[in-house]
């Protein structure tokens, strides 16, 4: 598999470049960056890297078996012809956008780099496309737009959500995060919608109504921007982002083989990303994350989940507000 990450250089980017040289050496990576000098350092290092994890006790891949992690520039993205690609490309932050709201504001700041990149990626065959930059939804569904490439290969990042929630959840019931299941759907920001309907704690349903959903809310909202404050803006929260980026790219390899591993992982239930709907839950000309099975073509289907009323009710404020953003942008079918 040969992905390319479109904002290579950046602090996620190449966060998520370094993760699969860990955990999935044998993907081959092209960091396409308009930075140059900066794509070529950061494969360089990370193919030293390299080196330690396939030299390491326990590891078994031969030098030729293992990916190679290159630079690139967005106009060779046509010539590479990826299997999957990766949109990470962003403005600078302004130096105190560490607050909630900071997601949205991106995107009056990200809307001409995604205009540029998808005439990069114009002459491309239809291509995943997994979009990291935030808003992701509004971003997902202008790439849609602009691309006109089957609604499949679009997808949006928001998977961060979903550690967040089982730390606050696993906290609640005493049970260790790494066992909580919780799909997040709605928007990537704000009106994120936690599915504590569908929650499972060591394999168990949890009863939603044991749980404080708001202030569960209130805890995955904050904590992002509690850590981009510790840290500063321009480290955002790359770990859980790099890693939960490099558990898709994993998910879409293993959904391309028949007797591959569960794309779902060892919990054994989809995720949610955001991808643009047509009519899933009520919901047309717009991305929000649903439940998502993933193969080589991207979305392989989405799941219709009977959701109670209070989740049906936050996803359609959800809506409301991408809708909102899409309609102040002029974006394909809110011109009239
Ligand atoms: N979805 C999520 O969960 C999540 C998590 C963390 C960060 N993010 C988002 O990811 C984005 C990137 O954050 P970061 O801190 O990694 O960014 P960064 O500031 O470190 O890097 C941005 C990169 O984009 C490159 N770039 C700009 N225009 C380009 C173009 N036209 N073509 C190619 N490259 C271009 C720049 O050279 C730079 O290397 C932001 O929008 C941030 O909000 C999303
Ligand atoms: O950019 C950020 O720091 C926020 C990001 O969307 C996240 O959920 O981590």
Redo the contacts with the bound molecule.
Sequence with gaps: MHVAI??????????VAYTLAGLAPTVDVSL????EG??WAHGKDISHASYHFSNAPGASLAGDDVGTVRAA??DELAELAPDLLVF??????PEDATGRG??EA?LDR?LS?VA??AE?LRPLDPTPLL??????DRLVYQFYSLLEWPRRCFL??????SARVADAVGSELGVHPNEVYCPMMGE?GENVVPILSRARAGGEPVAGDDLDREAIREYVLDI?FDIAKERG??????W??SA?VTRVIRSIAAGSEPDGEDPHGRLGEPFCLSTPLDGEYGFADLALSVPVDLDEGGVAAIHEWDLPDVEADELATAADAVRADLARIGAKGYDG
Excluded at 6 to 15: E, K, L, M, R, V
Excluded at 32 to 35: E, G, L, P, S
Excluded at 131 to 136: L, Q, Y
């Design positions: 479109i904002g290579g250089a950046s602090t996620i980017g190449s966060t396409v960056d308009i930075n900066a794509a520039t967005p990470n490309a962003a403005a600078p932050q900071a997601r991106e990200n780099i540029d990149v990069e979009v990291v930059t935030n808003p992701i949006g990042y928001s998977l961060s959500e990537h992002p803006v321009n480290e955002t929260s790359r859980v982002t939960g």
